[in-house]
């Protein structure tokens, strides 16, 4: 039976490839891209378009797919469960938080109007679903000590990895390709 560190890396040619080595690569391709998706956001006057974010799971999912074929081309062929789920949510966490910090400095330091816009946004969405004024009062009221950079970045990093990990169980089941010769 080979050992844990043995299980996450893969030998080829003398070179080793591992799951961190990969998820970095496409973590850090991940957080170029969302930056990037974010800024279109702001610069197309999107913000708070609910169809802009389920864009970003599209770029999430591909380089997953990418991240894994990777790993299984760069190293034995194989590539465990674990080692896929590993690999994706990995990815996504190190992407969420290079496009995290990219957020937090652009709201807190560069657009403070964009929490306004956020803000603006949903007081439209509540007027919209008929809801009296005491309602939205006391809604506004309490969701506004969540609307604060800290707390979304935050708020954001958790949520984007557990969503990440969910895509990450799901594509991993289609991606995997177990050694026979370690299952017995």
Known sequence: ?????????????????????????????????????????????????????YVGYIPTIILIIYAHKEFKAQGDGFMSYGQGLGIGTLTVLIGTIISTVFFYVYVKFIDASFMEIIKDKQLEGMQEQGMSEEQIDQAMAMTSGFMTPEIMSVFAIFISVFFGFILSLIISAFTKNSNPDLDM
Request: hydrophobic share 45%; net charge negative.
């Open 1 to 53: 039976m080979e050992d844990k560190n043995s299980m996450l890396d893969h030998s080829h040619g003398g070179e080793q490839i591992s799951v961190k080595q990969v998820a970095t690569k496409y973590g850090l391709i991940l957080g170029v891209i969302s930056i990037a998706l974010l800024l279109i956001t702001v610069f197309a006057g999107l913000i708070g378009n609910q169809a802009m974010q």
